[in-house]
């Protein structure tokens, strides 16, 4: 098995962070008797680092994302800037505002800067012409959060999103909710698709049709999740459960089901998605799916690192698993709440 960053520093009793300043020599942080000793655990362990670089890096990474403002982003963008930091390596970050030009040229303007890889948070649902360039020029992508149909990527970390939805759905269902709406993402981007397949598999588990009217199109904003209900209560659509793609449009819903006088959860229940900080401190607490936000974003720059320096990778498409975490906004059972995983 081979001996990794991590069981280096297990073993010289120190962090990762040090680790990595001594393989990268690195002399600013860590004494001269720590030195020593990682060292020595490094020649008795026939330790490879795979961060060194060879005389072409840059030891930049470029990172692409749709939207700094949202607080799952900014908590992708630290975990991978961490990782990274931790193996010697720089981030350059790209916000696109979900433009595609942006995010074409974010890309030009990282291959201009020869940047060693990229990990790409797409925009887009089909590879276009200009993604040929990573494969033209050799440079290892890796796709984070949303696939990519037709791309040429290295790798890509992933949640389960069909099973995250199938799991909120199911809940609300065992709550006896028949008519449970659903604030979607942008309409075809691959995380919409796959949550929506997770509703529609709750429905069929459980024999209840599904409604296309149900289902109302947000852009993961405040604004969308309020619309959304709005839309509903205005065209006479009923409703007892709502499902958003994510704790954002949640906070939106909320807000118009309390001016529409809903109690919640007694008149309807909801549940978000990606358990951000303020989901915990809205009122009632809101029920969401938890991603695992920290570990997609540090896989995602360790599995990018491999890449660049030649080892090889184990596997393309990595799916983690999601949890549902079970708060105010959703009823009790029996006077118990229930945590479902």
């Known amino acids: 098995m081979r001996v990794t960053m991590e069981d280096i520093a297990r073993m010289a009793g120190v962090s990762k962070a040090t680790v990595s300043r001594v393989v990268n020599g690195i002399e600013q942080g860590v004494g001269p008797e720590t030195r020593r000793r990682v ?106 959060d949303r696939m990519l149909a037709g791309a040429e990527y290295t790798a890509g970390i992933f949640v389960d999103n069909s099973y995250a939805l199938f799991m909120a759905c199911s809940l609300l269902i065992q709550h006896r909710n028949e008519k449970i709406a659903l604030i979607s993402g942008p309409r075809n981007i691959s995380t919409s698709v796959e949550r929506i397949q997770g509703y529609r598999d709750a429905l069929e588990q459980y024999r209840l049709p599904f409604e296309e009217r149900l289902i109302k199109y947000g852009d993961y904003t405040f604004e969308s999740g309020y619309r959304a209900i709005m839309e509903l209560e205005r065209e006479g659509t009923r409703f007892t459960g709502v499902l958003a793609a994510n704790d954002t449009m949640a906070l939106g819903a909320i807000k118009a089901l309390k001016e529409l006088t809903y109690a919640i959860p007694e008149d309807v229940e909801i549940i978000g998605f990606d358990n951000i900080g303020f989901s915990q401190l809205c009122d009632p607490p809101l029920a969401t799916i938890q991603q695992p936000t920290i570990e997609m974003g540090r896989r995602a720059a360790d599995t990018l690192i491999r890449a660049i320096v030649g080892n090889p990778i184990e596997t393309k498409n990595i799916h983690l698993q999601p949890k549902l975490v079970v708060r105010g906004s959703v009823k009790t059972i029996y006077g118990e709440r229930i945590l479902y995983v």
């Open 39 to 144: 060292l020595q655990i490094v020649k008795e362990t026939n330790y490879r680092s795979y961060s060194l670089p060879s005389q072409n890096q840059s030891k930049t990474l470029g990172l692409i994302i749709p939207d700094i403002i949202n607080p799952f982003f900014g908590e992708l963008v630290k975990a991978i800037e961490g990782e990274a930091t931790e193996q010697g390596y720089t981030v350059l970050l790209g916000n696109t505002d979900f433009s595609m030009e942006k995010e074409e040229r974010y890309l030009s303007i990282f291959l201009a800067k020869r940047v060693d890889g990229i990990i790409l948070v797409t925009t887009a649902q089909t590879a276009g012409e200009h993604y040929q360039r990573l494969k033209k020029y050799s440079v290892p992508c890796v796709l984070v």
